[in-house]
């Protein structure tokens, strides 16, 4: 510890800011992490209940001085629930005064940043406001996305952002013509529809990318050149700047439990899945974020149930669309009997990493969240796609597919809706039929990149190069 504090006296200052997203925290924490580990000193700035939601790992880095948590309270927002601090307290609809109060952070960021000595500041798209501060404080900025970048080049330059001709959600349905290489990779009318319903009128999203893009000195994504070369070599023409990643910052299962209660949980968890086969069971989650209708989320579930085989369904209580909250309304009446000698439905958390590493599990029916996608990917499992339809969960559905590493669940383009049979087929197809043999080998092989530690390492180095070669 002593080596490591002498360290910190001759490096960088480096504050991270994500979006109060669960989604973003913990990618924003594990980076924190690492770059501590590597003798920076670092700051995580967040709102309260944030900080202390945060994996039991942080209190240990917090007292072991390997990271100071500093808590910027939130303002009230007209609109906002008291003491809501994050998107997975709300609904979608609500989603635009979260970014109202986050905005609103404004003065007191730049009050600790003056009061710190701060060189770096890591920052997300939301808070667009943070590179022209940072500039003015003569601190460098990097934005950090937290998904890959083929995500990113589809979102395109910031003068597209900006000024471009996509100007309603129907634009979004057409692989955009900046695109160099062969792609698939657009959104589903549906899923654009829903997200406009999630963007600030008085600043969109767009804005908000445009800004952290031009602003910063370079970027950062989730991703690796093993990956996604051609994406990588894209966005570099597009926005002028390096783009540099950091690697799939793959989690670690010391980060997966938080205590006694949860070893408890996992031993239950652990007695189910040793009674199972090799590879039978699917695992079921959609995050802490995504919000469908009742309906769609009963028909996914008669999906399910048709589908013949053992799996593992993780309800949390994220509101349906209709605001109703609570697991009882996710499921349809009596599914948890007609379901329970093969299938267990588990509520609240649960420790994923663990989940997907057991040899019970052969496949993962995921909303398409990255970092969800990042993990099972890490232990080779073949992908059942059902795009949440936030953020770009469409374009990762259709990645994954393009890949050949999953297979994406029939829905209308418009309406997203679904049929019962066909995700009963294609669960099947993905975890035992014939036909899907080649994307659970393909799923298989791409563990290499995924789960390679080595190769996510070499991401990190390259990232801190740039980051001291800049600076110099």
């Given at each position: 510890m002593e080596e490591l504090m002498m360290k910190k006296e001759n490096k960088f200052h480096i504050a991270l800011f994500p979006w109060l997203a669960y989604g973003h925290l913990l990618p924003y924490l594990e980076v924190s992490k690492l770059l501590a580990e590597k003798g920076y000193r670092v700051t995580f700035i967040?709102?309260?209940?944030?900080?202390?939601?945060?994996?039991?790992?942080?209190?240990?880095?917090?007292?072991?001085?390997?990271?100071?948590?500093?808590?910027?309270?939130?303002?009230?927002?007209?609109?906002?629930?008291?003491?809501?601090?994050?998107?997975?307290?709300?609904?979608?609809?609500?989603?635009?005064?979260?970014?109202?109060?986050?905005?609103?952070?404004q003065p007191s960021l730049i009050h600790f940043l003056q009061a710190s000595d701060v060189n770096w500041i890591i920052h997300d798209f939301v808070c667009y406001w943070v590179p022209q501060v940072a500039t003015q404080l003569g601190i460098n900025s990097i934005f950090f996305h937290i998904t890959n970048a083929t995500s990113l080049a589809f979102v395109g330059p910031p003068s597209e952002l900006t000024g471009g001709q996509r100007q309603k959600p129907e634009d979004f349905t057409v692989v955009p013509k900046w695109i160099d290489f062969p792609s698939n990779e657009a959104f589903k009318l549906h899923e654009m529809v829903s997200h406009w319903d999630c963007m600030d009128r008085d600043v969109a999203d767009f804005e908000r990318f445009a800004h952290a893009i031009q602003g910063c000195q370079f970027v950062t994504m989730r991703t690796c050149?093993?990956?996604?070369?051609?994406?990588?070599?894209?966005?570099?023409?597009l926005y002028g700047k390096p783009a540099v990643p950091i690697g799939f910052l793959p989690p670690h299962h010391s980060n997966s439990v938080q205590?006694?209660?949860?070893?408890?949980?996992?031993?239950?968890l652990k007695e189910w899945l040793d009674n199972n086969k090799h590879r039978s069971v699917f695992y079921i989650a959609f995050g802490t974020e995504v919000s469908l209708s009742r309906d769609m989320m009963h028909e996914l579930a008669y999906g399910i149930e048709k589908s013949r085989l053992p799996f593992i369904w993780v309800l949390n209580n994220r509101p349906l669309v209709e605001g109703l909250l609570g697991s009882d309304h996710i499921i349809p009446p009596e599914f948890e009997a007609q379901v329970s000698e093969r299938g267990l439905i588990w509520r609240g958390w649960a420790p994923q990493l663990r989940i997907l590493a057991h040899s019970s599990i052969g496949g993962f029916l995921t909303h398409c969240g990255w970092g969800s996608v990042i993990e099972a990917l890490g232990f080779g499992l073949p992908l059942i796609l059902f795009s949440g339809a936030s953020a770009d969960q469409g374009l990762i559905a259709r990645l994954m597919q393009e890949r050949g590493v999953g297979l994406e669940i029939p829905r209308d383009d418009k309406t997203g809706s679904f049929t019962s049979d066909s995700v009963a087929k294609l669960i099947r197809r993905v975890m035992v039929d014939q036909e899907g043999e080649s994307v659970r080998a393909n799923a298989w092989a791409i563990r290499d990149i995924f789960g390679n530690v080595e190769l996510n390492n070499r991401c990190l180095d390259e990232f801190i190069k740039c980051l001291e070669t800049f600076a110099a």
């Open positions: 967040s709102t309260p209940k944030n900080i202390r939601r945060l994996p039991k790992l942080h209190q240990a880095l917090s007292d072991s001085c390997l990271i100071n948590f500093v808590e910027l309270p939130l303002p009230e927002v007209d609109g906002l629930p008291n003491g809501v601090e994050s998107t997975a307290d709300i609904s979608i609809q609500k989603v635009p005064y979260l970014k109202k109060a986050y905005d609103m952070l050149p093993k990956f996604e070369a051609d994406s990588l070599s894209l966005l570099q023409k205590g006694d209660d949860d070893e408890i949980k996992w031993k239950t």
